[in-house]
C-alpha cells in the first residue's frame, strides 16, 4: 500500500486548505483512513478518521467544526478540508491507514501504512 499525500502549504489565520491522499497499491487493506499531525519538537497527533464505506467520522476535539475528512472511492482519495485555520495547526500532517474494520481508531499504532507528509503552515 503506497500513501501519496499533497496539498499543503502556507496560508494566513483563517484561511483554509485541502490535503489530498491518494491510495494506491493493496487497496483492500485500507479499511480505515486517518489524518495525523507533528509539530516541530510534539509526538505525532490524531486528527480526524474515517471508514471507507462513511459510516464513522471521529475528529479531535481541537479541529472539530473545522475540519472535515471525506472520501471519493472512485479515485482512491482522501481528503481534509481545513477551514478557520490557526497558527496551532501548523504541522506536518500525514495520511494513515489501518487495515482493521472497525472502530476508527485515534492511536498513531493501530495504523500500518503511512505517507511522507505534507507541510502546513498557518501565520498569524
Known amino acids: 500500500v503506497q500513501l501519496q499525500a499533497y496539498g499543503g502549504g502556507l496560508v494566513q489565520a483563517g484561511g483554509s486548505l485541502r490535503l489530498s491522499c491518494a491510495v494506491s497499491g493493496r487497496t483492500f487493506s485500507t479499511n480505515i483512513m486517518g489524518w495525523f499531525r507533528q509539530a516541530p519538537g510534539k509526538e505525532r497527533e490524531f486528527v480526524a478518521g474515517?471508514?471507507?464505506?462513511?459510516?464513522?467520522?471521529i475528529y479531535a476535539d481541537s479541529v472539530k467544526g473545522r475540519f472535515t475528512i471525506s472520501r471519493d472511492n472512485s479515485k482512491k482519495t482522501v481528503y481534509l478540508q481545513m477551514n478557520s485555520l490557526k497558527p496551532e495547526d501548523t504541522a506536518v500532517y500525514y495520511c494513515?491507514?489501518?487495515?482493521?474494520?472497525?472502530?476508527?481508531?485515534?492511536?498513531?499504532?493501530?495504523?500500518?501504512?503511512w505517507g511522507q507528509g505534507t507541510q502546513v503552515t498557518v501565520s498569524s
Open positions: 474515517m471508514r471507507w464505506d462513511g459510516l464513522t467520522t
Open positions: 494513515a491507514a489501518d487495515r482493521a474494520y472497525y472502530p476508527v481508531s485515534s492511536a498513531v499504532s493501530d495504523y500500518e501504512y
